[in-house]
């Protein structure tokens, strides 16, 4: 059954795609509008880990549960290697799933090209190559990251190496982040994750190549350089002139390292329930979201603090436990953290704000731009 009103939902990245999902699984019409000519064009064909300690349920479930299928490269890793400065190289190992891979990018088997094969199978429509920088009515914007809060840059590449995931925290490797190295089946991925120093990319990537190829017999063949970047940021609402934010266009991103694919997804879930059932979508995502986003920013601020020397306990520390519970330990709210919270937003503004807009009756519907209608 196809209800009458057709939702109509900006960008075509996991974000808008769950949403596009799960409202045409519950009878909506709607069309979809992507500026590329294809999903995931902003990525490269890199494995992505979709991170699996924010909750007490496996992620994969929770997609099934909202009604996403696994129709993508999405392999468990329930171990790694961890490197900090002055440690001997820690092994970790857990029995649920630390992350799972998957693949991003605008070829068969990603993540974003499953997506869309289930959005179209359900009768989705996806309109490609048409930017919308503004919508009458109600929509739903999943845009992406507007600026960039923190930088990665990375190769994918052919291997003979055996599959393996290593994690480097070094400020001289990837100031404030990490750099990883991620091996399946004959393909790999190496970036630096950077929340500083940006225009120094290409010399962390040097670096975080040498440091790899330095330590371990890793043969690369078919190299392709990729870049990107996040963008988080914590709002009271996320609904503006009719329009429901999601994903990184509402800055739902993970603050302290990166891993936003969860947040964007179950974003789009509770956007498409605000729709199905009537709810309010700000009260929805900040009792689904708000708990995490709180946590991973206090967490960020405090890794900004901690340096070396914290580097090398937090490494000891996954060494020593279950690092997927270590992990769920570091993520879940505490009393802690909520004394944090006001120095960790005092200290943390994401430093982007919308140049391109300062309509006083701007109606963008990605603006940020702080007018008294975009607030
Ligand atoms: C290099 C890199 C590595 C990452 N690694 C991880 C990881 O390991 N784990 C993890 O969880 N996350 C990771 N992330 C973050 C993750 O990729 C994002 O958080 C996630 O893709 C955000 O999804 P989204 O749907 O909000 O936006 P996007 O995936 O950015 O999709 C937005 C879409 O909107 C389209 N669009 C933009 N403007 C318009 C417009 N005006 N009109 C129409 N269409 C428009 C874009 O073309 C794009 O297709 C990584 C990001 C990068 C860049």
Redesign the pocket.
């Known amino acids: 059954m196809t209800r009458r009103r057709t939702i109509n939902i900006?960008?075509?990245?996991?974000?808008?795609?769950t949403a596009a999902i799960v409202l045409r699984r519950h009878g909506f019409a709607v069309k979809v509008?992507?500026?590329?000519p294809d999903?995931?064009?902003?990525?490269?064909g890199?494995?992505?880990?979709?991170?699996n300690w924010s909750s007490e349920k496996d992620v994969t479930e929770q997609l099934r549960e909202i009604g996403i299928g696994i129709n993508f490269l999405c392999m468990p890793y329930h171990e790694g290697t961890v490197y900090a400065p002055g440690l001997d190289p820690v092994d970790v190992k857990s029995d649920r799933p630390i992350?799972y891979l998957?693949r991003?990018g605008d070829m068969p088997g990603t993540l974003?090209w499953g997506l869309k094969e289930q959005a179209l199978a359900l009768g989705v429509e996806i309109a490609f190559k048409?930017?919308?920088?503004s919508i009458e009515g109600r929509a739903i914007v999943?845009?992406?990251?507007k600026g960039a809060d923190a930088v990665?840059?990375?190769m994918t590449f052919n291997t003979q190496m055996q599959d393996r995931a290593a994690v480097v925290l070094d400020d001289e490797i990837a100031p404030k982040g990490y750099a990883?190295l991620l091996v399946k089946q004959g393909y790999g991925t190496m970036?630096a994750?950077l929340y500083r120093d940006f225009k120094k990319a290409d010399a962390y990537l040097e670096k975080t190549l040498a440091f790899f190829t330095g330590r371990m017999d890793l043969d690369m063949e078919n190299t392709k350089k990729?870049?990107?970047?996040?963008n988080f940021f914590l709002r009271d609402s996320q609904m503006r002139n009719e329009k429901l934010y999601?994903?990184?266009?509402?800055g739902?991103?993970?603050c302290l390292w990166?891993?936003?694919?969860?947040?964007?997804?179950l974003?789009?879930y509770a956007a498409a329930r605000s729709i199905m059932d009537g709810e309010d979508y700000d009260t929805l995502w900040q009792r689904e979201l708000r708990p995490g986003l709180e946590s991973s920013l206090v967490n960020r601020y405090l890794f900004e603090r901690i340096g070396h020397a914290g580097y090398r306990l937090l490494t000891r520390c996954f060494g020593r436990g279950d690092p997927a519970k270590t992990l769920k330990r570091l993520y879940r709210p505490s009393l802690l953290k909520r004394l944090l919270l006001p120095l960790a937003s005092a200290a943390y503004e994401s430093s982007v704000r919308d140049l391109s807009c300062s309509r006083e009756d701007c109606r963008c519907?990605?603006c940020r731009c702080g007018t008294r209608a975009c607030p």
Do not use: C, K
């Open positions: 900006i960008g075509a990245g996991p974000a808008s795609l509008f992507e500026a590329a999903v995931g064009h902003r990525l490269n890199d494995f992505q880990g979709l991170e992350f998957v991003r974003d048409r930017r919308v920088d999943g845009t992406g990251p990665a840059v990375g990883y970036a994750v990729f870049g990107g970047y996040g999601v994903g990184e266009a509402a739902f991103q993970d990166g891993f936003g694919m969860r947040y964007a997804m974003s789009g519907v990605w």
